[in-house]
């Protein structure tokens, strides 16, 4: 297992509404990556956070966004949720942001369901 | 523009007979190149990456990859597979200097014993 914590693991919205999804990162790492894993797809990054500033972002609109912490766990937020937001959201943290290199220790993701 | 493609949904083989699970990319330069595992209800885990160096790199659980520069190809092996190696695994790059990685569909693999 790695250090990598995910809350909630499951979650129920509906259209319209805002969620807040929750990542601590494995001790020591300072860069944080969000992922949407859909159904039987792989994952799809959204973006990365390095000592608390975005680092880059995916082709998600500016609906999904985030935070890192000054002790590097992380927030993904999304609002207005839709229907197609219905995925595995995979937090991964890495020891730093190393342009690419690193080995990226993924918590154990959280289920989002919009209804 | 990335892409990485696992031309596989399903491998089938047989407990002790060698697997192979493939994976091309479509990258810019010299990427960095990864294998990912994924069992029901988890989340990823790290098996190899390649940097640089030796083509064959040697990962976790006995599996390895071969890195193919001329045909952009990273496929995973293993010599003798186990039936607790069924799982979904996924090949993924980065761009070197970026921060954006880019995984494949996922390969699922079934071990039967």
């Known amino acids: 297992e790695t250090g990598v914590t995910q809350s909630p693991t499951h979650l129920i919205k509906t259209r319209g509404q805002q969620v807040t999804l929750r990542c601590s990162s494995q001790s020591g790492h300072n860069t944080v990556s969000w992922y949407q894993q859909a159904l039987g797809q792989g994952p799809q990054f959204i973006f990365q956070y390095y000592r608390e500033e975005e680092n880059g972002r995916g082709n998600f609109p500016p609906r999904f966004s985030g935070l890192q912490f000054p002790n590097y766990s992380s927030e993904l937020n999304v609002n207005a949720l839709e229907l197609d937001d219905s995925a595995l959201y995979l937090c991964a943290s890495s020891l730093d942001r190393s342009g690419g290199r690193e080995t990226q220790y993924f918590g154990p993701g959280t289920r989002l369901l919009v209804l | 523009a990335q892409s990485v493609a696992q031309p596989e949904d399903q491998v089938n083989v047989a407990e002790g007979n060698p697997l192979t699970v493939k994976c091309t990319y479509s990258v810019s330069g010299n990427p960095y190149l990864f294998w990912y595992v994924q069992y029901p209800n988890r989340g990823l885990q790290f098996l190899l990456k390649?940097?640089?160096?030796?083509?064959l790199v040697k990962g976790s659980y006995g599996f390895e990859a071969e890195f193919n520069k001329s045909q952009t190809s990273f496929h995973l092996k293993k010599p003798s597979a186990l039936v607790s190696d069924s799982a979904l695994y996924f090949c993924?790059?980065?761009?070197?200097?970026?921060?954006?990685?880019?995984f494949g569909a996922g390969t699922r693999l079934f071990v039967k014993a």
């Open positions: 993924a790059v980065s761009k070197r200097g970026g921060f954006k990685t880019i």
């Open positions: 390649y940097i640089t160096g030796d083509n």
